[in-house]
């Protein structure tokens, strides 16, 4: 399977842009890039997912680079309740299971 | 919809008792799972469904086991527990396999084992 790699740890300061990097340089041609978030002390929620354009949904953005090997998940205005794991994921179509790795801590500052 | 609910949500075993873990979900959902969540790491699939009567061994099941009787319930059996098998248990959900098909996790259950 290929793999992500994100950075342990990022802080941003309230009501400011956050941008979260996800590399995954072994991605495939069948793997979507899927976001998923952990809330302290609840289950992962699902954030967006995307193949190769740009996506935007309420929740966030998810911007993908042109070779497909990074990408960046994009929350437009943190809030403290954007204070999470977020978990960068490869799926390749069909594939009903998740592999999930340690993901970013997000901490925001008041 | 209540959506993906699980019971209990904390329960203490001595080593080699037993328990089963519940989950339920109101979404008509084919696909069920269970991870497990160990402290600072990520989620491991322990077994997954993908239908009533279908089940399959995810990433980690060794001491475990799963039946899928109804599309509704999906429970998790611990036979004889062991100290590793200290961890958060999170049941999810999905329409189907699709990329698109986003999982619905529950609350997790908080297990341990002494």
């Known amino acids: 399977d290929a793999k992500t790699t994100q950075p342990n740890s990022m802080e941003s300061n309230e009501e400011e842009p956050v941008h979260l990097p996800c590399n995954h340089s072994t991605i495939s041609g069948t793997d979507y890039i899927h976001w998923y978030r952990q809330l302290p002390s609840q289950g992962p929620e699902y954030v967006i997912h995307?193949?190769?354009s740009n996506v935007n949904n309420r929740m966030a953005s998810l911007a993908i680079a042109e070779d497909r090997k990074s990408s960046t998940l994009i929350l437009h205005r943190a809030t403290l309740r954007d204070a999470a794991v977020y978990y960068c994921?490869?799926?390749?179509?069909?594939?009903?299971?998740?592999?999930f790795g340690t993901g970013t801590r997000l901490t925001i500052i008041p | 919809n209540a959506g993906v609910t699980q019971t209990p949500k904390f329960r203490i075993l001595k080593i080699g008792q037993s328990m089963t873990l519940q989950c339920t979900q109101d979404?008509?959902?084919?696909?069920m799972y269970w991870y497990r969540q160990d402290p600072g790491m990520g989620l491991k699939l322990i077994y997954y469904?993908?239908?009533?009567?279908?089940?399959d061994k995810g990433e980690v099941p060794n001491g475990y086991n799963v039946s899928r009787s109804t599309t509704e319930d999906f429970p998790l059996r611990l036979e004889l527990a062991a100290p590793s098998q200290t961890s958060v248990y999170f049941c999810?959900?999905?329409?189907?396999?699709?990329?698109?098909?986003?999982?619905?996790f529950g609350p997790g259950t908080r297990l341990t084992v002494l």
């Open positions: 979404m008509n959902h084919n696909y």
């Open positions: 999810a959900s999905s329409y189907g396999s699709d990329s698109g098909d986003e999982q619905f």
């Open positions: 994921i490869l799926r390749f179509f069909g594939n009903e299971k998740l592999t």
């Open positions: 995307g193949l190769t």
């Open positions: 469904s993908v239908g009533a009567g279908i089940t």
